[in-house]
């Protein structure tokens, strides 16, 4: 049995070592785990984590959004996922509702399947 202290070393150096495009992969699948979870909060009517989970999520979107370099027109099209994620988050934290959610966890899904697809173009291109 894994001692509690060797995972978190071994994560922490996951975060360490990984690359700023795996540290942006890493980021999109904690949004989507805490997406999950808040997900389940609200179908067993646990608010408080319901709440914690979502704030995690916007606390994640929050971090992606102010790292955008708009001078990329990419970062337009970012702005605007990241600013309507940001404020239907808001709006399934206040309603807690699932559907929102299930709406926002589906938005995340294909913005990570994207990112590893641009991650892996990019490993690609760099052997090439």
Known sequence: MALPGAYAQYNNS??????????????????????NIAEMAVEKS????????????????GYLHSTLDMKYE??????????????????????????????????LHAIRDNWKEVMKAGAKKGND
């Open 14 to 35: 996951k975060v360490l070592t990984a690359s700023p495009a795996e540290l942006t992969l890493m980021l999109y699948d904690g949004a989507i785990k805490f997406c």
């Open 46 to 61: 646990d608010v408080p984590k319901a709440h914690e989970n979502i704030r995690k999520v916007q606390n994640i979107i």
């Open 74 to 107: 990419v970062s337009k099209d970012f702005d605007n996922i990241y600013t309507y994620l940001e404020r239907r988050l808001v709006e399934a934290n206040v309603k807690k509702d699932k559907e929102i959610l299930e709406e926002i966890n589906t938005h």
